[in-house]
């Protein structure tokens, strides 16, 4: 059973774009929600994170929206440069200080120049 | 910081063969995780280490695989004896108090 929906399973965006990875969970014990970034031939690294008691959080081009109602969470990258070009997954776990993390099946973005 | 290193970075065996992989912790952190990462996929939980103890291990296969952590420090897994369906990327994650940090994984091929 997929606790954790990740769509689109690719995306394309030209430089300067905005890029939008969405996520979709369904264990309400979830209380800790990651992005993870992964280049080929590496580790995932941790992008941000949110917890449910805030609705939006925003580190430099990068800002995951959180709806607690509809358990949904989304990420998006402004100014999406080359750079950016990887594979994006979203992630959660349950209790404090537990990185137990169930993640989705990833996204792999292309950012075009 | 370093970081969380792993070995060998590639590793192709023949199924029914046994392998191990190697993981060294950021120094001093307590906990611990092996994930499997199947191509296309997101990493899946295998088990979970606080010291040298475990602490889940419900997601590991354990009637080929295991693993230890000796002397709360660096951690083995195994596989025996393999399977195809074992290919995958073998990643071990060090915690701290707010982030969990990968290693680059060991890629298993399983011919």
């Known amino acids: 059973q997929q606790q954790v929906k990740q769509s689109p399973q690719s995306l394309i965006v030209q430089k300067g774009g905005i890029s939008i990875i969405n996520c979709a969970y369904e264990?309400?014990?979830?209380?800790?929600f990651p992005w993870y970034q992964q280049f080929p031939g590496k580790g995932p690294a941790l992008l941000i994170a949110?917890?449910?008691?805030?609705s939006e959080k925003k580190e430099g081009r990068f800002t995951i929206s959180f709806n607690k109602s509809a358990k949904q969470f989304s990420l998006h990258i402004m100014d999406s440069q080359p750079g950016d070009s990887a594979t994006y997954f979203c992630?959660?776990?349950?209790?404090?200080?537990?990185?137990?993390?169930?993640f989705g099946k990833g996204t792999k973005l292309s950012v075009i120049p | 910081e370093a970081g969380v290193a792993q070995s060998p970075r590639y590793k192709i065996i023949e199924k029914r063969q046994s392998v191990a992989f190697w993981c060294n912790p950021i120094?001093?952190?307590?906990?611990l995780y092996w994930y499997q990462q199947i191509l296309g996929q997101g990493p899946k939980l295998l088990i979970q280490?606080?010291?040298?103890?475990?602490?889940?291990d419900s997601q590991l296969p354990k009637d080929r695989f295991s693993a230890e952590r000796l002397k709360g420090v660096d951690s083995t897994l195994k596989i025996q004896p393999a399977k195809l369906e074992d290919s995958a990327v073998y990643l071990c994650?060090?915690?701290?108090?707010?982030?969990?940090?990968f290693g680059q994984g060991t890629r298993l091929t399983v011919v």
């Open positions: 992630a959660a776990s349950s209790g404090a200080g537990s990185y137990q993390l169930t």
């Open positions: 264990n309400t014990a979830f209380d800790y």
């Open positions: 949110i917890r449910p008691d805030v």
């Open positions: 120094s001093g952190h307590a906990t």
């Open positions: 280490f606080q010291n040298n103890g475990v602490v889940d």
């Open positions: 994650a060090s915690i701290s108090n707010t982030e969990a940090f």
